[in-house]
């Protein structure tokens, strides 16, 4: 019924916003580029926990990982500190950013 497709649309809108959420952050990235190498890998772990506020164990467990994540992109060479600092900066803001819209 028509229940059934609002929540379908919802579904779909709320998986549109986070792709487009998702290209912003690449697109941080290709903006800063000049300036420096923003993470990617660290942005997109630190998103993810984001997006499980307020549940707040899973977000404690994913902010973890991400912690992970950048100290591997360190002791690799991938990123300098503020390669990780600006990645969890843009990570964060796109997840608010979901939140203030939903």
């Given at each position: 019924?028509?229940?059934?497709?609002?929540?379908?649309?919802?579904?779909?809108?709320?998986?549109?916003?986070?792709l487009a959420l998702g290209g912003a952050?690449?697109?941080?990235?290709?903006?800063?580029?000049?300036?420096?190498?923003?993470?990617?890998h660290v942005g997109f772990a630190v998103?993810?926990?984001?997006?499980?506020?307020?549940?707040?164990?899973?977000?404690?467990?994913?902010?973890?990982?991400?912690?992970?994540?950048?100290?591997?992109?360190?002791?690799?060479?991938?990123?300098?500190?503020?390669?990780?600092?600006?990645?969890?900066?843009?990570?964060?803001?796109?997840?608010?950013?979901?939140?203030l819209w939903a």
């Amino acid at each position: 019924g028509s229940r059934g497709s609002l929540a379908l649309l919802r579904w779909a809108l709320v998986a549109y916003v986070l792709l487009a959420l998702g290209g912003a952050l690449v697109g941080s990235g290709l903006l800063l580029q000049r300036w420096l190498k923003l993470s990617l890998h660290v942005g997109f772990a630190v998103f993810a926990a984001v997006l499980l506020w307020p549940e707040t164990v899973a977000v404690a467990g994913l902010l973890a990982l991400s912690a992970g994540v950048a100290w591997s992109r360190r002791v690799l060479g991938r990123h300098t500190r503020a390669d990780l600092l600006a990645g969890s900066l843009a990570g964060v803001a796109v997840g608010v950013l979901f939140h203030l819209w939903a």
